[in-house]
């Protein structure tokens, strides 16, 4: 079984400045899909990136960025310029990347919520 | 245009109850699912049907119970309503069920078992 673990439950952080979140996770599979998604108090899920497992080259999306180390089991999210609509929780998820629809399902941290200071 | 509506968005009952959510997609996606996030925020995957097919029925009592009429609608219906089972319900919906295809969320639905 997969698991997806947020050590760090809260984190604060300066508007305009930069924060890294960190996740890692335990599978023996060899390709797979991570997720960041974005839970703001609206309670929206929001995808923020995705990584393929095959694929070194880390994913980026705007000021978001991730740092990819497979062999670590590592997956952490970096904000840059950080704006006050970034505050809200964040949550690292897993899902295997096999062709059958079982293994379309979603497996996630516990979150870290993340708040934003003007 | 709304992605995945869920109905209702609150929804306060007594013990013992029944209750439905439903949720619609208006994407044309042929994969849905429905998703408990607890009172600590954690979120599981429950059930998940691809072309009204159930492919996936986590460890879930059997008071809960899914119905796909069609693609485009994927309800969920609790019966003997606990106090456990207060959370957010949210559903999504991928086309295809690879890691590849974003799974959308719905607005969520607050159930508050009293």
């Known amino acids: 079984a997969q698991t997806v673990t947020q050590s760090q439950p809260e984190m604060s952080v300066q508007e305009a400045e930069t924060v890294t979140l960190s996740c890692t996770y335990d599978?023996?599979?060899?390709?797979?899909?991570l997720f960041w998604y974005k839970q703001p108090p609206s309670r929206q899920m929001i995808l923020v990136i995705r990584?393929?497992?095959?694929?070194?080259q880390n994913a980026t999306e705007n000021r978001f960025s991730v740092n990819f180390q497979k062999a670590a089991k590592s997956f952490s999210l970096k904000i840059s310029d950080s704006q006050l609509g970034d505050t809200a929780m964040y949550f690292c998820?897993?899902?295997?990347?096999?062709?059958?629809?079982?293994?379309?399902?979603?497996?996630f941290g516990k979150g870290i919520t993340l708040s934003v200071r003007p | 245009d709304t992605a995945v509506s869920q109905t209702p968005k609150y929804l306060v009952t007594q013990m013992g109850n029944d209750k439905s959510i439903k949720c619609e997609q208006n994407?044309?996606?042929?994969?849905m699912y429905w998703y408990k996030q607890d009172s600590k925020k954690f979120l599981k995957i429950m059930f998940s049907?691809?072309?009204?097919?159930?492919?996936i029925n986590e460890t879930v009592p059997n008071r809960f119970s899914p119905k796909s009429p069609d693609k485009a609608h994927l309800n969920l219906h609790i019966n003997s309503l606990e106090l456990g089972d207060s959370a957010v319900y949210f559903c999504?919906?991928?086309?295809?069920?690879?890691?590849?295809?974003?799974?959308?969320f719905g607005p969520g639905t607050r159930l508050t078992v009293l």
């Open positions: 049907y691809n072309n009204k097919e159930l492919i």
């Open positions: 599978t023996s599979e060899n390709n797979y899909y």
């Open positions: 998820a897993f899902m295997k990347s096999r062709f059958t629809g079982a293994n379309s399902k979603l497996t």
């Open positions: 999504a919906s991928s086309q295809g069920t690879s890691g590849y295809n974003e799974q959308f």
């Open positions: 994407l044309g996606h042929d994969t």
């Open positions: 990584q393929e497992a095959y694929k070194q």
